[in-house]
């Protein structure tokens, strides 16, 4: 598949706020990225506005605070899918295309259950749950990522295992939790493990670095096909060194961190 | 008209900053002899059924959207 | 006759009095005034009686209620025009684009930048969160009126001393309650509607106790093809209001805002303090911005300070239209509310725009798209009047020049008098390194990371430059932040606020100077060149002629810098009437947001030290001017005299600087504000985990004292690499003088016995707030 010929779908909804800069990734690295409001999926819009899923071969979920974060982040956005396209999304996974949630979007995909969702595609309640932050606040700040990914995940299949990538944090909600008996290990074995917190030298992070105290450390995870990823940290808004918080201290290249995950899954889609 | 309290609460051994950082907060204005705080959320909600039904409804709400397994736990009850 | 018998109940199915004015004495248009809460003088009242008669008619509730909106300090600025006028008004640049809700400069051939700055101060000081949320909401939709997509907020705030001791004074709140409750304002309508908040800035003073103050600032960014105006274009368009419903929330708030807070405003006052709703301007924000992209209107406007009543006649009367309004059209929140109720209302996310007729379909799709309520309830004629209609009984008609007219005062003020040398008594100092831990720990030098990590400050990923510098997780206090507002475009906007209140009480006219100056260093310390400000002029009552005489003299001082430099000042607001129960009032605060252009972002420098070895420089002169420093603040110094701008050197300075960045010689830059060049260079090691050893004997000061400690303006320290070191003398010429290196891991003074560890200084900085609101991981 040609980077040209790749479609995006940057679905939103009312409080969704990251999806310009969500879309614009997936332009800087060649894809055509549109922003879809859930309605229009849905049918519930002029008909000249009406978009199918299917059309699509990349579902990205943005950062936001998608309907006001009101019962819980990211529950109210899942269970309108669930109920109205619930069927598109899961042949939309199971036919292996890659679909990316960033904080909000993260959120929500644990909520529709497609992550972790150890034993399938969708489970049919959550497993798992991005809860308060342990210093219950809201936390932007620097985060070092370290790919902890063995093969599976599609996003990071151009990132080397246990590099080190700059990806800024900026949530009230990222603990993973899960009451699955030894989850972390779980996922560990699956593969599932993608973004791990550290230190800038590699090593095990504790708060700031982990900004919410997630167990693990973990930043993200991707389903057992390694097609769906979520992250708490924000990549598209690294995609240039400009954009990095210390790049007036130097910095590797013009690129920013965060466009390696954008790389990354284009390629994968180059090869398909 | 019946109407239903939901009560969402967080489970057992999951940490509650937002009580915690209250609990700090009230004993910094000087407030003494506070043992915990919890904090839960409440939904009333106001519905054109019978008593048993509401219930049962109430249960439904919070298995599909209100409350997440993982991390919390509900009560439903007539208001 | 007392006010309720000149109240006649209108037979009519709604809630209506007829009033009768013409008879009225004296006396009785007082009472009239206070029945309804008008916040009208006797002699307002008698204009409004003089109308009356001139038309013929008694007056109805609602047109009384919307004089009393209309003729509010806040709507009209009666107290401060002549003053603006005579002082700040006429910098006219051809890169203003416009004067309208947000000023509008050029940032490139294609776009320009909108900004504007506001105050919050009287609800936010009732009800915290309620308050700083809805000044967010409303300072942003100033911006999307332009046509302009919000990109980046500043939020200066004034408290007391969030750890003040003892007893507070009847109705006032806790310092660290209010702030506590504005931060979290903030952070939760900024974070939501997915605008950064960039920069800002805490003021702490006793004097903010009883009368906190919240600014808030709004950056956009608009085509210039699809700038909006604020008003409609021609007679017979329809008027769409859109947004939230109508409620009895905020009711009398401009009346509010224009009143002294008293001990008991807290239950008198409860209507005009109101709560946002970040999710439904979030939609708004797409909405609008769609109808200004496909040019479907040809008007907009924010529902602000006296909500209907004042924006319907100021959309209509802009080009000299009238407009005939169907009031019971407009959606409600709650049943039961009179005419004048939902003509005056506050309620929050509202707007209005304005359209041709044969684009209302096309309009209202797309504000069915989003979910948003949007309904026509007005038509533009061309009448000069504004009527007012219920079911089609016409129960308002009033001719709008004399509405939004308004009064104009030239009031008494007497001319401050000014902190000089003569009168200045040095205070007794502990040794210098504890003066500097000291400085570094006060809340007004300390961090305000507890604040600036609860912002999500890089939303919409074109920050470049945030609010804390440095190492990661480690840094220090920038200057001004950069964003990249276009994507895929170099270019970057920097934005910085500056504002010294204690100089402006000791001295106003050079308080008002030394406030630009510091946004403007600070927006040049990043290697900016200062393109516009914005101003939120933060003043007591000026009833009081002390405070009015503070109020010009400071005004005085921003028209002069800002006229000697050409730089417009396209938008901004005054908020008078600051004082708390018993009389006390606020610092006069004069807060600037000074904007800059960078034509490449990539050649912007921050200010954390960046390696060893490197050489600092002074760029500015140093003068014996203690007035109001930190210092004098903090150790019990009094008079001395205050930092006057040699705005001719400022411009010359900072341009060779400018210049030096641009070639890439300047490694960090840093300006010297609060407790002068000690203060400064110990927040670059800070921030950039780095030493520095010091040597001032190049300094033409009479002492260490001076040297180290004066806030003398338009200075900034330097880091640059030993190799440039001869290129940058030569462009900087005898504006840099030579003041050490940077060495080792410890700031060490030459001839005096400071030498303080980086993490030390690091620890005396960083916790003070922490400590105070408490926080981090448990």
Known sequence: MKAEDVRVCVVRIEGTNCEDEMA????????????????????????????????????????????????????????????GIGKDIRDFVDAGKPVLGVCNGFQILVELGLLPALDGTMSEEPTAALYNNDSGRFECRPSILRNDNRSKCVFTCDIPKGELLYCPSAHGEGKLMSNIPNFVSKLEENDQVVFRYVTPDGGRATYPWNPNGSPGDIAGICNPAGNVMGMMPHPERVMTAYTMDDWTRGHRSEDGDGKRIFTSVMKYLSKK | MTVIDIRIELKKGVADPEGTNTKKTLESLGFKGIQSVKSVKMFEIELDMPEKEALAAGEEYCKKLLANPVVQSYKVTLK | MTADERMTKRNAPYDLCDIRIRDASDKELEDISSALSLGLSLDEMKAVKDYFVKEGREATDVELQSLGQAWSEHCCYKSSKPVLKEFVFGIDREDVLSRGDAGVMVFDDDYGYALRVESHNHPSAIEPYGGAATGIGGIVRDVICMGAQPIGLADPLCFGYPDRKGEMPQGIKHPRYLMSGVVSGIRDYGNRIGIPTITGGFFFDESYTGNCLVNVCCLGIVKRKDLLNNFASAPGEVMILFGGRTGRDGIHGVNFASKDITATSEDDSRGAVQLGDPITKEPVIHACLELAQKHLVTGMKDLGGGGLSCVVGEMAIEKGFGADVDLEKVPLKETGLAPWEIWVSESQERMMCTCKPENVDKVMAIFDLWDIIATPVAVTTDTGRTRLFWNGEKIFDMDIEFLTGGPVYNRPYTMPKVSTKADERFPELPALSEV????????????????????????????????????????????????????????????????????????????????LDEAFRNVVAVGARPNAFTDCLNFGNPEKPERLGEFREAVHGIGDFAKELNIPIPSGNVSLYNEAPGGVHILPTPMIVCCGLIDDVRKAVSADFKKTGSLLFLVGRTADEMGGSLLFRKFGGEGGEVPATDVKRLKDSSDRLLKAMDEGLVLSCHDCSDGGLAVAVAEMCISGDVGAELDLSAMDCPNDNVKLFAESTSRWIAEVDGKDVTRFTEIMGDAATPIGLTKGNALVIKGTDVEIPVEVMRAAWNDPIWNIMGGGAQ
Request: hydrophobic residues 40%; contains cysteine.
């Open chain 1, 24 to 83: 614009n990734a997936f332009e800087m690295v060649g894809a055509k990225s549109e922003k879809v409001h859930l309605k229009q999926l849905l049918g519930q819009c002029d008909p000249s506005l009406k978009r199918s899923l299917e059309d699509y071969d990349i579902l990205a979920f943005p950062g936001g605070f998608s309907a006001g974060d009101y019962v819980r982040a990211g529950a109210i956005f899942a269970s309108r899918i669930k109920a």
């Open chain 3, 436 to 515: 500097i831990l000291k400085l570094l720990s006060d809340p007004n030098v300390a961090s305000k990371e507890w604040a600036i990590r609860q912002y999500d400050h890089e939303v919409r990923a074109g920050t470049v430059l945030r609010p804390i510098v440095g190492k990661l997780n480690k840094g220090g206090p920038g200057d001004a932040s950069v964003l990249m507002p276009v994507p895929g475009r170099w270019k970057g906007l920097a934005a910085a606020v500056g504002c010294n209140p204690w100089f402006t009480k000791a001295n106003p006219y050079r308080g008002g100077m030394a406030s």
